[in-house]
C-alpha cells in the first residue's frame, strides 16, 4: 500500500522558516517525482511545485527564491522549506505522488495527510 | 485567485445528476489534459479523474467528465449523500509554467 506520512504540524512566527517532511511507502520512491501543493484555510489548492528523480526542481513563480525542495532517497522522504514566513502562508501543506506521462500530464494519485503551518506572532 | 473558475456550489437531491463546470483559457485546459479531484473535510484531495475523463479504478462510474474548447465538465449521477464534499479540476497553463486548481465546488445533496 502506498503511504506519504508527512511532520507534524508546526507553528513559526513571522520571519522565521519551516522545514516538512514527506515519508514514503509502498512504492519505490526513486522512480517517482514528488509535488507540493498547499490549501490556506477555507481556500482552494495551490501548486507549489515538483522535485524529480534526479533531484531537479521546478517552483511555482509565486514561491521562486524562498522554498526549496529536497528528498534523501536512502530515506524514502521529501522535504519541503519555506523560509521568510509571513500569516499568508498559513495553510496545510501537502505532498503527493505523480503518475501520468510527466510535466503536464501528471496526475497527483496519492497525497499525504497533509501538515499544518501556523505563522502568528 | 483562480484562473480556473468553478462555481463555489452546487446542491442537488439524492438520484438526481449534477454537472460541474470549469472554465479555463487557451493556455490551460484549451490544450492541456484536465484532472479532477475531490476532498472532505479535514481530509486531503484525493484523485477523481485524470487525463480528461478517466476513471481511477476505485471511482465509481457515476463520475464520468468531458472537456470542450476551454472548459472541462463533471457529472455526478446519482447523487448520493457521500458525494458530499469539495471538487476542484486542474490543469497545467502554459503561460504561467505550472498547475492551476480552480476554486472549487462544494457539493450539497439536500
Known amino acids: 500500500q502506498v503511504h506519504l506520512v508527512q511532520s507534524g504540524a508546526e507553528v513559526k512566527r513571522p520571519g522565521a522558516s519551516v522545514k516538512i517532511s514527506c515519508q514514503t511507502s509502498g512504492y519505490d520512491f526513486s522512480a517517482f517525482s514528488v509535488h507540493w501543493v498547499r490549501q490556506a484555510p477555507g481556500q482552494s489548492l495551490e501548486w507549489m511545485g515538483w522535485i524529480t528523480t534526479a533531484q531537479g526542481t521546478k517552483y511555482a513563480q509565486k514561491f521562486q527564491g524562498r522554498v526549496t525542495f529536497t528528498r534523501d532517497t536512502s530515506a524514502n522522504t521529501a522535504y519541503l522549506e519555506l523560509r521568510s514566513l509571513t500569516s499568508a502562508d498559513t495553510a496545510v501543506y501537502y505532498c503527493?505522488?505523480?503518475?501520468?506521462?510527466?510535466?503536464?500530464?501528471?496526475?497527483?494519485?496519492?497525497w499525504g495527510q497533509g501538515t499544518l503551518v501556523t505563522v502568528s506572532s | 485567485q483562480s484562473v480556473l473558475f468553478q462555481p463555489p456550489s452546487m446542491s442537488g437531491t439524492p438520484g438526481q445528476t449534477l454537472t460541474l463546470s470549469c472554465s479555463g483559457s487557451s493556455s490551460n485546459i484549451g490544450k492541456n489534459p484536465v484532472n479532477w479531484y475531490y476532498q472532505t473535510p479535514g481530509k486531503a484531495p484525493q484523485l477523481l479523474i485524470f487525463?480528461?475523463?478517466q476513471r481511477p479504478s476505485e471511482i465509481p462510474d457515476r463520475f464520468s467528465a468531458s472537456t470542450s474548447g476551454s472548459s472541462a465538465s463533471l457529472a455526478i449521477s446519482g447523487l448520493q449523500s457521500e458525494d458530499e464534499a469539495d471538487y476542484f479540476c486542474?490543469?497545467?497553463?502554459?503561460?504561467?509554467?505550472?498547475?492551476?486548481f480552480g476554486g472549487g465546488t462544494k457539493v450539497t445533496v439536500l
Open positions: 487525463s480528461n475523463d
Open positions: 503527493a505522488r505523480p503518475r501520468g506521462s510527466g510535466g503536464r500530464y501528471s496526475y497527483l494519485d496519492y
Open positions: 486542474s490543469s497545467w497553463d502554459d503561460k504561467v509554467q505550472g498547475w492551476l
